[in-house]
């Protein structure tokens, strides 16, 4: 095997770690990467991966990305954006991913990084969740709609094609370079655009502890290496195409997170945050950030057994110890 791999979005948390893995695998000949910044693989000691900016959606640039790779990674997304921006870049742009692989006739395996939101969070939802879930979003949440949106275009797109499809559901991802959990903090989102007594509240302000609300939520995290080891299981092939759950053994409560980051866990009723997220749903011009709030009004846990059994991955890194490579790397 000696595979040409095209990658989008690998400047990112989880693009770093899955080029990295990449490079170190001896299946792997050549690593083509896209994304929008400026970026030299040279500065990161990779040798196979060759580097080139451009938009996924611009067809041309991705047909071009494509054409010459035998699987084609699809990581490009807005996570974090307005509703607006994210819609067009993750639905359009990632439109253009899968149907430029179908297209292009050398690509014999397309892998995609959906995610857990991709479920939707929803009272009925099993626990743990299967992959035999059928994964409905939530509307009222922009990530988790586009997330079902995405796997729903890729379904229609790739069903009749010549290719093997693997799709990943990894938890909420993490680790001394994936710290979007820790940036996604409410005092270090809405701190500067919440009122003086409000940020004094939430302990925003120079030399006041901050405080965690804690509904008693447990959930998941997955370090990026070990996203990055399943990643590279799909890439080369193991097991059958499908989707899969991806998380690290054990899982994290509110506390767990409270006490690593030296921040107070204060215990809410969990109707305060189904309030509050209705709350969010009604009021008009509230920033599409202030939508993560649904992403825990239920447990999303996953069920993995499926990746260990078919995959043959393993995680090397338990959710427990994630979190706390995740704040010593984000100090
Ligand atoms: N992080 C998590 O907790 C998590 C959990 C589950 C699933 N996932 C999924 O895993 C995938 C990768 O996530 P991540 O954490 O690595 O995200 P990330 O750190 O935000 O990186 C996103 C990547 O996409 C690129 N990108 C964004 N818009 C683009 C565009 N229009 N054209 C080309 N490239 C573009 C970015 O580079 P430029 O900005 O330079 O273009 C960057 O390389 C996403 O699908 C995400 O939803 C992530």
Redesign the pocket.
């Known amino acids: 095997m000696a595979l040409t791999v095209a990658v989008?979005?690998?400047?990112?948390?989880?693009?770093m770690a899955a080029v990295r893995a990449l490079e170190a695998d001896d299946r792997v000949d050549r690593v083509l990467g896209?994304?929008?910044?400026p970026f030299d693989p040279a500065d990161h000691g990779w040798r196979k991966t060759e580097y080139r900016q451009?938009?996924?959606?611009d067809r041309a640039a991705v047909d071009a990305l494509v054409a010459s790779a035998d699987v084609v990674v699809h990581?490009?997304?807005?996570?974090l954006g307005s509703r607006g921006e994210s819609e067009r870049?993750n639905l359009a742009?990632s439109r253009n991913v899968f149907a430029a692989t179908v297209a292009a006739e050398r690509p014999g395996r397309l892998v995609y990084?959906?995610?857990?939101?991709a479920y939707g969070y929803h009272k009925d939802n099993a626990i743990p969740l299967t992959e035999e879930a059928l994964p409905r979003g939530s509307s009222e949440h922009y990530y988790s709609a586009q997330?079902a949106a995405c796997e729903k275009v890729l379904r229609e797109l790739t069903d009749d094609a010549d290719l093997d499809v693997y799709v990943l559901r990894?938890?909420?991802?993490a680790g001394p370079e994936?710290t979007?959990l820790l940036r996604n903090l409410p005092w270090e989102k809405l701190g500067d655009s919440l009122p003086e007594p409000v940020r004094r509240f939430l302990g925003a302000v120079p030399g006041v502890r901050p405080f965690l609300p804690d509904p008693g939520l447990h959930f998941q995290l997955v370090h990026h290496d070990d996203v990055a080891s399943a990643l590279v299981a799909a890439v080369c092939g193991h097991g059958p195409p499908g989707a899969y759950n991806i998380a690290g053994d054990g899982d994290i409560s509110v506390r767990d997170l409270a006490r690593a980051i030296g921040a107070y866990a204060v215990p809410v009723p969990p109707e305060v945050v189904s309030l509050t997220s209705e709350l969010v749903d009604l009021l008009p011009y509230v920033p599409s950030q202030a939508e993560w709030i649904h992403a825990v009004r239920h447990p999303m846990l996953m069920d993995t057994s499926k990746a260990r059994r078919e995959l043959h991955w393993k995680p090397r890194h338990t959710a427990l110890e994630t979190l706390e490579a995740m704040v010593e790397g984000g100090d």
């Open positions: 989008t979005g690998p400047t990112g948390e989880i693009g896209m994304a929008r910044r451009g938009d996924i959606l990581l490009a997304y807005i996570i870049v742009g990084t959906s995610s857990v939101a997330k990894p938890s909420i991802v994936a979007i």
